[in-house]
T-cell receptor
Framework: GAVVSQHPSWVICKSGTSVKIECRSL??????MFWYRQFPKQSLMLMAT?????????EQGVEKDKFLINHASLTLSTLTVTSAHPEDSSFYIC???????????????FGPGTRLTVL | EDQVTQSPEALRLQEGESSSLNCSYT??????LFWYRQDPGKGPEFLFT???AGEEKEKERLKATLTKKESFLHITAPKPEDSATYLC???????????FGQGTTLQVKP
């Protein structure tokens, strides 16, 4: 149980274009989803937190107009990187927590990550 | 300020050589301490949750323990497939956020 998927697993795009990354909880209701960014040999950096049906809360220093987050259902959140530039190249990972069988998780379950390369 | 520090940064072991990874933390209102395993190019894989001092959890060759200030991940007779980065994180009761340590990269040689 507690499986989170991400799509795509990797994407290469040209500078100035937008890229959408999907995060899905496959076997539980994800009431809260998180988006992280990870640079090589560094730990995870939280970008934003989103609750289903609400606007995302962004961490300090994260541009909300550049990283658009939508959490429209209990199983799907999307991150859109708008007008991507080479400095946006990174490993993006989503995680989710929520309900399964009526019980609430404390744990966050992570997706496999999306490698974004902006040329 | 909520903070998590892991040591050592890197650890090389021979197959079968047991050792421990350390996670020291300061947090406002601990709501849980979590251990994850991360393989290169993958997302973190959940291992354990610990809630209170004295609690222990085991899974195969791994055993996690918790005190009021730190947690240990003991690896008994490791195998090469245990090679990965092990991340420790605490859930802050103050912010509701998961605070990660920098990780310990473990390499087990056959």
């Amino acid at each position: 149980g507690a499986v989170v998927s991400q799509h795509p697993s990797w994407v290469i795009c040209k500078s100035g274009t937008s890229v959408k990354i999907e995060c899905r909880s496959l076997d539980f209701q994800a009431t809260t989803m998180f988006w992280y960014r990870q640079f090589p040999k560094q730990s995870l950096m939280l970008m934003a937190t989103s609750n289903e049906g609400s606007k995302a809360t962004y961490e300090q220093g994260v541009e909300k107009d550049k990283f658009l987050i939508n959490h429209a259902s209990l199983t799907l959140s999307t991150l859109t990187v708008t007008s991507a530039h080479p400095e946006d190249s990174s490993f993006y990972i989503c995680s989710a927590t929520g309900l399964a069988g009526g019980a609430a998780y404390n744990e966050q379950f992570f997706g496999p990550g999306t490698r974004l390369t902006v040329l | 300020e909520d903070q998590v520090t892991q040591s050592p940064e890197a650890l090389r072991l021979q197959e079968g050589e047991s050792s421990s990874l350390n996670c020291s933390y300061t947090v406002s209102g601990l709501r849980g301490l979590f251990w994850y395993r991360q393989d290169p190019g993958k997302g973190p894989e959940f291992l354990f949750t610990l809630y209170s001092a004295g609690e222990e959890k085991e899974k195969e060759r791994l055993k996690a323990t918790l005190t009021k200030k730190e947690s240990f991940l003991h690896i008994t007779a490791p195998k090469p497939e245990d090679s990965a980065t092990y991340l420790c994180a605490v859930l802050s009761g103050n912010t509701g956020k998961l605070i990660f340590g920098q990780g310990t990269t473990l390499q087990v040689k056959p």
